[in-house]
């Protein structure tokens, strides 16, 4: 799963850097995420990386965090990293469509020293919503079903709720 | 030519005062049995909107490492008497395992961990792993909210077995002095007493008028109560009666500020940092 995620994610990746000149639709948007893949909240980047019709094809990337600092409150901070492809169908109202993966990077409790340790851990996510965002780009708006399979292992339900910027 | 000059003077002076006015730090003239102090302890560590889970060692430590004179724990008895930290009535409430405490064994339970926050995986934490890594352990108090969940176990023999692991756990650690003990029942606080009568021992009633009854009867040490259930003078009363009172149920800045000015002897509050600064 992990492996066809990433093969998914560089083909798209490639494919679309070949494509990128037929877009039509402002490229770049950052948004905040508020919930969503990204915990309880992310900061996002999003570039657009083909456009065929209405059907519009992007990256994300975020980062995110619980703690910048750890349990002995030395500087130690979380580091949780939302990546996605998102495919959206529209042209000021979209439906939007995503698949990828989180990378968690969180400072838990070593179990026999007790003391701070860090642990990464790979989680899958998709996400089903409405997006709104002009093709001249401008305010973004995005409200999603988000749900996260934990560690590949446990289904969360989850969602977001994202305003933004396009560029 | 003087408004040119004056204006901006007259800015900056009222900036300055606004600045000075927004740091002056809040005074309090604190009365109470605690040798005129309050106790700011954590709930649960560092509360319960904390993204540590509560009774996490993670949120306990870090309640303890922002200067807390203490924490609130709540306390439950695993099938094996293991005590461990943890709240809910069912496990299947905030981990990734179903069923009470009470019902499983510690090493069921040691491998479970809290469902959030998402992409973590603190676990639940045994009282003697807690105090065996406390650095300095006897300059922090503690109050076990002893959380008496019987399921289908004779009473007696529940509270029987959950005296004794208390019995142990505080002479392991040598923690008679730093350790304050809250239950909502009567007869298990009574058989606290005949075990030993130097606990500290905290009656947590629905109401002022039922703790005062109950605290003065039984002599306890004192009531434990929600901010929103007591006054300022009825803190007053409890301590012309010689008990002390601890209070919870402080969510915000302001519930701490307000909670101050009652003159408990112990504030438990979930802006544990917040509190710390206003009491320090």
Redesign the interface.
């Known amino acids: 799963m992990k492996l066809y995620l990433a093969i998914l994610l560089l083909f798209t990746y490639s494919f679309c850097i070949a494509q990128s000149d037929s877009l039509s639709t402002k490229k770049n948007s950052i948004y905040l995420e508020i919930l969503g893949i990204g915990g309880y909240g992310s900061l996002n980047y999003e570039r657009g990386l083909f456009e065929v019709n209405k059907i519009k094809i992007g990256a994300r990337l975020g980062l995110s965090t619980y703690h910048l600092t750890d349990f002995t409150t030395s500087f130690n901070p979380d580091i949780i990293i939302p990546i996605a492809i998102h495919a959206q169908y529209g042209n000021k109202h979209n439906a939007e469509v995503g698949l990828g993966q989180v990378i968690s990077n969180i400072v838990e409790t070593n179990e026999v020293t007790f003391n701070p340790e860090r642990t990464t851990n790979i989680h899958a996510n998709f996400t089903i919503g409405y997006r709104y965002q002009k093709p001249k780009g401008g305010f973004v708006f995005r409200i999603n079903y988000s749900p996260v399979i934990e560690f590949y292992k446990d289904y969360r339900h989850w969602a977001g709720l994202s305003v933004g910027y396009a560029f | 030519m003087i408004k040119v000059i004056t204006y901006p003077y007259k800015l900056t002076l009222l900036l300055v005062v606004v600045t000075l006015f927004s740091c002056s730090k809040e005074e309090f003239d604190i009365q109470n049995l605690n040798g005129n102090k309050i106790s700011a302890f954590g709930h649960g560590g560092m509360g319960n909107r904390s ?2 889970p509560s009774n996490s ?3 306990i ?2 309640c303890l ?2 200067g807390a004179n203490g924490t609130e724990l709540d306390v439950q008895i695993t099938k094996d008497s293991v005590l461990v930290a943890f709240h809910d009535v069912d496990l299947s409430e905030s981990t ?1 395992i179903a069923g009470m405490v009470n019902s499983l064994t510690w090493s069921e339970i040691q491998n479970a961990h809290y ?1 959030n ?7 639940i934490i045994s009282l003697d ?1 807690l105090f ?2 406390i650095d300095n352990l006897n300059q922090y108090d503690f109050t076990f909210d002893c959380k008496l969940n019987y399921g289908n176990e004779n009473i007696d023999t529940y509270n029987s077995r959950y005296v004794n692991a208390l019995e142990q756990i505080i002479t392991k650690f040598n923690l008679i002095n730093n350790v304050y003990i809250e239950s909502q029942k009567e007869d298990f606080l009574t058989l606290l007493q005949q075990k030993n009568t130097d606990y500290k021992l905290f009656i947590y009633p629905t109401s002022f008028n039922e703790g005062l009854d109950i605290a003065t009867r039984l002599n306890l040490f004192g009531i434990t109560i929600s901010t929103d259930y007591v006054s300022k003078e009825e803190i007053e009363i409890a301590h012309s009666n010689n008990l002390y009172i601890a209070i919870w149920g402080i969510g915000s800045k302001s519930a701490n500020s307000d909670g101050i000015k009652k003159n408990p002897d112990f504030i438990q509050s979930d802006k544990i940092k917040n509190l710390i600064s206003l009491l320090n």
């Not at chain 2, 926050?117 to 676990?123: A, C, E, K, N, V």
């Open positions: 993204t540590y060692y993670e949120s430590l870090k490492n922002f990734n469902k926050p998402l992409y973590t995986s603190y676990s792993q065996s890594n």
